[in-house]
């Protein structure tokens, strides 16, 4: 090659453009790779191991366990109260997550987007402090709000003796756990909004375009692949969440035992860590349907019209 002549455009990139070498680069991989191991796949192959056998906390399965194979999940499927337990679960998800978070995060988004000033910094604030409040602190509170005899929901409505936590358990935890997660949708949502062009706005409204309308025919197709994006965390994150347990137990009689609960009661309460586990790996297929569902919704963004 002539001395100064430049290198064909064409050439591939050095296979080590940091220039570590691969002694080096592996290093940096391995305490990462480690954690993943150790937190990751170990548990999930413990999980799946213990899923088909007979294994307990204690008596003689719990030293010697034995092989039962797809007996576990059999039991789980034909199970009344894994049923119900799943179809609460669903609801959950859809009340507090679907429609609460991320409603509700739209709406608050949407309402500050043109907002500057102190009242939108105490609102996000505010909103902020129940998501990183503790969920044990957050569940207190509302027992505290919803307590049957002194609590201050029925202090402020004038109804002493209202037993919301046991004649709304349902209701009660999705309201719960509506308000202590909105915060996540609501960030991400203002982050989208920023991406619609204000001039867009202006010209649907001056075309005498409804406030729907505009959200139709401008905001959502812009900020779709954020909308699914949120849904798709927010709907695994709610469908594993065991903080509902911390104001209901689950009761009363089961009214509100989503497969978290039910998970903790079986495999630890009672003992069945097989049943438990056969149960914690179908909720892991559960989570995978879902996450397969949004991340098709997601592809089709991208397919042309």
């Known amino acids: 090659m002539v001395e100064g ?5 064409g050439a591939s990139p050095a296979p080590d453009a940091a220039g570590l070498g691969r002694a080096r680069a592996t290093g940096f991989l391995v305490p990462a790779m480690l954690l993943i191991l150790v937190f990751l796949v170990v548990p999930a192959a413990w999980t799946i191991y213990l899923g088909v056998t007979n294994y307990r906390l ?5 030293a010697n366990p034995e092989i039962v194979g797809l007996d576990n999940y059999t039991q789980a499927l034909g199970d009344e109260r894994f049923r119900t337990s799943l179809l609460l679960t669903l609801q959950f998800v859809l009340g507090s997550a679907v429609i609460g978070q991320a409603g509700l995060g739209f709406a608050i988004a949407f309402a500050l987007r043109d907002r500057r000033g102190p009242l939108r910094r105490l609102v996000e604030g505010l909103v902020l402090l129940s998501w990183i409040l503790p969920s044990s ?16 929901l029925n202090a402020l409505l004038g109804i002493p003796g209202m037993a919301w936590l046991l004649d ?16 996540f949708s609501m960030m991400l949502y203002a982050a989208a909004l920023e991406n619609v062009p204000r001039s867009h706005l202006e010209t649907a409204r001056l075309a005498g375009a409804s ?12 900020i779709r692949g954020h909308v699914l994006t949120n849904l798709l965390l927010i709907s695994l994150w709610t469908f594993n969440d065991f903080a509902p347990f911390l104001i209901t137990a689950g ?13 903790y009661k079986v495999a630890l309460s009672g003992g069945e860590l097989g049943f438990g586990a056969a149960i914690s790996f179908l909720m892991l297929l559960i989570n995978l349907v879902i996450a397969l569902v949004y991340l098709r919704m997601l592809g089709r963004r991208k397919e042309p019209a």
């Open 58 to 62: 204690t008596g003689l399965a719990a």
């Open 137 to 152: 602190v957050v569940a207190f509170l509302w027992i505290a709000l919803l307590d049957r005899d002194a609590g201050t």
């Open 5 to 9: 002549a430049r290198p064909a455009t």
């Open 251 to 263: 009761g009363p009689e089961q009214r509100s035992e989503i497969l978290p609960v039910y998970v």
């Open 168 to 183: 709304y358990p349902m209701l009660s935890i999705i309201i719960f756990n509506t308000w202590r997660g909105t915060a």
């Open 211 to 222: 406030t729907w309308q505009q959200l139709r025919d401008v905001v959502f197709p812009r």
